[in-house]
């Protein structure tokens, strides 16, 4: 496939025509139909000029200049928000994760928040919200005499509304989040049996610690409603009908909310009770995040050879950089609401993640899922977690901590407690500049426009696939595509060469390969990590029933599946 000039891609040619497609579609700056951006280039420089705009004089040109050598060859990727926005006209946010208020138990609650949802939607963020908070359906409205509509009417509602004001988003815009001990649990859980019910929705349950040893232990366990008792159920019964929606709809996933409470550095001013759309964000009411990834892909040296090694010092580099580059957006970026902009000040969250994952293993000869990748996937993040918490020292040094920043609070954290000495030392001198900043962030679309890297830390779905691609007019088409490693490897060895046993596929994975992956990069990530368990049709549900409760025992924040079928259907084919 050629190359053409306009994008400027790096070798990789294979995946051009889908490259291209994604840049003029997503990222390419136009302007009442004049291209402002005539290359990827101008793209990049757009971004980096914009990013470094708050920076002081003495120090633009120079932080612009280390933010465009980042972001050239797709070392460094700011998610699609910055890369479309930063720079340009237009009256969009720069951040793409939201969770919106704590929704009234009132009409008016609800259309005030659902007013501020279309604002936020409507400037690009994604969102996600807490329907626990609305009275469980047939429960009398006070005043009113009649049975309330309950939570699920409420979703209904602004699924609508969603799907009038972004169109051509598809299907995950929000997430809806509900707690396991909510009498409209069982409903919440079953509502996406009906598959034109909710398509602009995530769907996650908040289970609590105390449900899963209710579960282990065969115990009943209450449903309530403000400290009312409303019925009983099996704890068991209701685990059992969460993995059997999930087995044949790909939903609801799990958030194991006590344990992202628990590890949350703002725990002591703040509850969290939801994430983003895509569940790697959890936020509190009003909170947001930036993100952007390393693409550890192109890091390797010497790949598919015995002197193979990540190069740990430009995954440092890097990583500083990522920092300033976030810290920077939060000051740049145009927000829907002005409690947003408060509380991203407040806090400064950002969010730095990896993609790349799966190839950068495999050029170095390890499995997914192995020990060897799972010993390496956690070195590269508690690298880029010391790393982080460094550079946001520094920032701190340079430009103050964060608002809400308590030393005598935040230095017994267990996640800084378990930083490099050096590190520790230097938050103790000069605090943090950012509340939470590491994050991974479900990578499809940027990763495909870098040369078709695997997505964040999941495996390659295949060497080969073709990919369902929506056009800007709108029409769909199928292009064929190659994984990066899969192309770098046949550049070395020749398009015939055999691929070495280090690749792997979904296919080839099993359950406990995911989840050992995802609780590796758990164990170095402050916030939350996007993944999904990706099980083969034919799984017997005996075999997959137990994903959610070995993710728990291993120490995630939370867990989603995806099992193709008739009813979930595919983007990607083999």
């Given at each position: 496939?050629?190359?053409?000039?306009?994008?400027?891609?790096?070798?990789?040619?294979?995946?051009?025509?889908?490259?291209?497609?994604?840049?003029?579609?997503?990222?390419?700056?136009?302007?009442?139909?004049?291209?402002?951006?005539?290359?990827?280039?101008?793209?990049?420089?757009?971004?980096?000029?914009?990013?470094?705009?708050?920076?002081?004089?003495?120090?633009?040109?120079?932080?612009?200049?280390?933010?465009?050598?980042?972001m050239?060859?797709?070392?460094?990727?700011?998610?699609?928000?910055?890369?479309?926005?930063?720079?340009?006209?237009?009256?969009?946010?720069?951040?793409?994760?939201?969770?919106?208020?704590t929704?009234?138990?009132?009409?008016?609650?609800?259309?005030?928040?659902?007013?501020?949802?279309?604002?936020?939607?409507?400037?690009?963020?994604?969102?996600?919200?807490?329907?626990?908070?609305?009275?469980?359906?047939?429960?009398?409205?006070?005043?009113?005499?009649?049975?309330?509509?309950?939570?699920?009417?409420?979703?209904?509602?602004?699924?609508?509304?969603?799907?009038?004001?972004?169109?051509?988003?598809?299907?995950?815009?929000?997430?809806?989040?509900?707690?396991?001990?909510?009498?409209?649990?069982?409903?919440?859980?079953?509502?996406?049996?009906?598959?034109?019910?909710?398509?602009?929705?995530?769907?996650?349950?908040?289970?609590t610690?105390?449900f899963?040893?209710?579960?282990?232990?065969?115990?009943?366990?209450?449903?309530?409603?403000?400290?009312?008792?409303?019925?009983?159920?099996?704890?068991?019964?209701?685990?059992?009908?969460?993995m059997?929606?999930?087995?044949?709809?790909?939903?609801?996933?799990?958030?194991?909310?006590d344990?992202?409470?628990?590890?949350?550095?703002?725990?002591?001013?703040?509850?969290?009770?939801?994430?983003?759309?895509?569940?790697?964000?959890?936020?509190?009411?009003?909170?947001?995040c930036?993100?952007?990834?390393?693409?550890?892909?192109?890091?390797?040296?010497?790949?598919?050879?015995?002197?193979?090694?990540?190069?740990v010092?430009?995954?440092?580099?890097?990583?500083?950089?990522?920092?300033?580059?976030?810290?920077?957006?939060?000051?740049?970026s145009?927000?829907?609401?002005?409690?947003?902009?408060?509380?991203?000040?407040?806090?400064?969250?950002?969010?730095?993640?990896?993609?790349?994952?799966?190839?950068?293993?495999?050029?170095l000869?390890?499995r997914?899922?192995s020990?060897?990748?799972?010993?390496?996937?956690?070195?590269?993040?508690?690298?880029?977690?010391?790393?982080?918490?460094?550079?946001s020292?520094?920032?701190?040094?340079?430009?103050?901590?964060?608002?809400?920043?308590?030393?005598?609070?935040?230095?017994?954290?267990?996640?800084i407690?378990?930083?490099?000495?050096?590190?520790?030392?230097?938050?103790?001198?000069?605090?943090?500049?950012?509340?939470?900043?590491?994050?991974?962030?479900?990578?499809g679309?940027?990763?495909?426009?870098?040369?078709?890297?695997?997505?964040?830390?999941?495996?390659?779905?295949?060497?080969?696939?073709?990919?369902?691609?929506?056009?800007?007019?709108?029409?769909?088409?199928?292009?064929?595509?190659?994984?990066?490693a899969?192309?770098?490897?046949?550049?070395?060895?020749?398009?015939?060469?055999?691929?070495?046993?280090?690749?792997?596929?979904?296919?080839?994975?099993?359950?406990?390969?995911?989840?050992?992956?995802?609780?590796?990069?758990?164990?170095?990530?402050?916030?939350?990590?996007?993944?999904?368990?990706?099980?083969?049709?034919?799984?017997?549900?005996?075999?997959?029933?137990?994903?959610?409760?070995?993710?728990?025992?291993?120490?995630?924040?939370?867990?989603?599946?995806?099992?193709?079928n008739?009813?979930?259907?595919?983007?990607?084919s083999?």
């Open positions: 496939m050629k190359t053409t000039n306009s994008l400027a891609l790096p070798a990789q040619a294979f995946s051009q025509l889908i490259a291209e497609q994604i840049w003029a579609a997503k990222y390419q700056y136009k302007s009442n139909d004049k291209k402002i951006d005539k290359t990827l280039d101008d793209t990049l420089r757009r971004v980096a000029a914009g990013l470094a705009s708050c920076e002081t004089d003495a120090r633009k040109a120079d932080v612009e200049a280390e933010f465009h050598h980042a050239t060859g797709f070392k460094l990727l700011p998610a699609g928000r910055i890369l479309a926005g930063c720079g340009t006209a237009r009256n969009v946010t720069l951040s793409n994760t939201f969770v919106m208020r929704i009234p138990d009132s009409v008016a609650g609800i259309m005030d928040t659902l007013k501020e949802a279309a604002l936020t939607m409507q400037m690009g963020g994604g969102i996600g919200f807490d329907f626990s908070t609305l009275r469980p359906s047939g429960t009398v409205v006070n005043g009113l005499d009649c049975p309330a509509a309950g939570p699920l009417a409420a979703m209904d509602i602004f699924d609508s509304a969603c799907k009038m004001l972004v169109k051509g988003m598809g299907r995950g815009a929000m997430m809806a989040t509900m707690r396991c001990d909510h009498p409209d649990i069982e409903a919440f859980v079953m509502v996406k049996s009906d598959r034109s019910r909710l398509r602009n929705f995530n769907l996650s349950v908040m289970v610690d105390e899963m040893e209710a579960v282990e232990q065969d115990r009943a366990w209450t449903l309530h409603w403000q400290g009312k008792q409303m019925r009983r159920l099996r704890a068991r019964d209701l685990w059992n009908a969460i059997k929606q999930t087995y044949a709809a790909a939903e609801p996933g799990v958030l194991f909310i344990r992202i409470n628990d590890a949350n550095p703002l725990r002591h001013i703040e509850t969290i009770n939801s994430t983003n759309s895509c569940a790697e964000q959890p936020l509190p009411p009003f909170g947001t930036p993100l952007t990834s390393i693409n550890l892909a192109q890091l390797v040296d010497a790949p598919f050879t015995g002197q193979a090694r990540l190069d010092a430009q995954l440092r580099s890097l990583t500083a950089t990522a920092v300033r580059l976030l810290d920077n957006v939060l000051d740049v145009k927000f829907a609401l002005p409690e947003q902009a408060e509380m991203a000040q407040t806090q400064r969250r950002i969010g730095i993640g990896v993609t790349g994952v799966a190839d950068a293993i495999a050029m000869g390890a997914y899922g020990p060897k990748a799972v010993f390496l996937l956690s070195s590269w993040m508690q690298t880029i977690q010391n790393a982080a918490y460094q550079a020292a520094m920032l701190a040094k340079e430009r103050g901590p964060f608002k809400a920043y308590d030393p005598n609070v935040h230095l017994a954290v267990p996640a407690q378990s930083l490099d000495e050096d590190v520790r030392a230097d938050i103790a001198a000069y605090g943090l500049r950012n509340a939470t900043l590491t994050s991974v962030a479900p990578t679309t940027i990763s495909m426009f870098a040369g078709n890297v695997s997505s964040g830390i999941e495996p390659m779905f295949s060497t080969s696939f073709d990919r369902l691609i929506t056009t800007p007019d709108g029409t769909k088409t199928t292009e064929r595509v190659m994984d990066y899969v192309w770098k490897f046949s550049q070395l060895f020749g398009a015939d060469a055999p691929l070495p046993d280090s690749f792997v596929t979904v296919a080839d994975l099993t359950p406990d390969d995911h989840v050992a992956m995802q609780a590796a990069a758990q164990k170095w990530v402050d916030s939350g990590i996007s993944k999904t368990v990706n099980c083969p049709e034919d799984i017997a549900f005996e075999d997959f029933k137990d994903i959610y409760r070995n993710a728990y025992d291993a120490g995630c924040k939370g867990c989603t599946t995806y099992r193709p008739a009813v979930t259907g595919s983007i990607l083999t």
